[in-house]
T-cell receptor
Framework: EPEVTQTPSHQVTQMGQEVILRCVPI?????FYWYRQILGQKVEFLVS????????KSEIFDDQFSVERPDGSNFTLKIRSTKLEDSAMYFC???????????????FGPGTRLTVL | QKEVEQNSGPLSVPEGAIASLNCTYS??????FFWYRQYSGKSPELIMS????GDKEDGRFTAQLNKASQYVSLLIRDSQPSDSATYLC??????????FGTGTRLTVIP
């Protein structure tokens, strides 16, 4: 069964460093998302991406964050200058379509645990 | 601010019993509703989606939606210890971004 994959599974970085989190969405999906979950808190939307541009972003997704689809398979989240409060699980998700019964279902990758020291 | 509210639990039920999980949401234009299961340290795993008022059954799981009351629920019949997890209610509207509740932690006691 197709699945979303993410690398690395765990990333440790020093405050102020740049990190890139990588995702490979399900191959026939057109919509891609990043979410984060701080330990013990709820899953929060960061950004959605379609047709090589950002569709929507949350207040969390400030100028320190960027997303890119550098090729036909990868979808990346970059954090330019990490802060302690960026420590969280970051989940990538993808869906086939929007506003279509079942096709708008988002499937999540296993996540990347980011630890900022 | 779009809110999704869930009772955080923990909810404990004996093996074989019915577990009932509830969720309310604030955005009246919400169109799609999802239940995800999340084991500790893992990612959300889809259990069910529901789009129209009424009940939707899939195996031991039944989702119920009442848009007038802005309420969605999940029933788990014949609960098993492997069902012990946190259950996340998620709601989307317009741009398809998911808004999650804080989750209800379910423990099924053997």
């Amino acid at each position: 069964e197709p699945e979303v994959t993410q690398t690395p599974s765990h990333q440790v970085t020093q405050m102020g460093q740049e990190v890139i989190l990588r995702c490979v969405p399900i191959s026939n999906h057109l919509y891609f998302y990043w979410y984060r979950q701080i330990l013990g808190q709820k899953v929060e939307f960061l950004v959605s991406f379609y047709n090589n541009e950002i569709s929507e972003k949350s207040e969390i997704f400030d100028d320190q964050f960027s997303v890119e689809r550098p090729d036909g398979s990868n979808f990346t989240l970059k954090i330019r200058s990490t802060k302690l409060e960026d420590s969280a699980m970051y989940f990538c998700a993808s869906s086939e379509a929007l506003h279509t019964v079942s096709a708008d279902t988002q499937y999540f990758g296993p996540g990347t645990r980011l630890t900022v020291l | 601010q779009k809110e999704v509210e869930q009772n955080s639990g923990p909810l404990s039920v004996p093996e074989g019993a019915i577990a009932s999980l509830n969720c309310t949401y604030s955005d009246r234009v919400s169109q799609s509703f999802f239940w995800y299961r999340q084991y500790s340290g893992k990612s959300p795993e889809l259990i069910m989606s529901i789009y129209s008022n009424g009940d939707k059954e899939d195996g031991r799981f039944t989702a119920q939606l009442n848009k007038a009351s802005q309420y969605v629920s999940l029933l788990i019949r014949d609960s098993q210890p492997s069902d012990s997890a946190t259950y996340l209610c998620a709601v989307s509207s317009g741009a398809n971004n998911l808004f999650f509740g804080t989750g209800t932690r379910l423990t099924v006691i053997p």
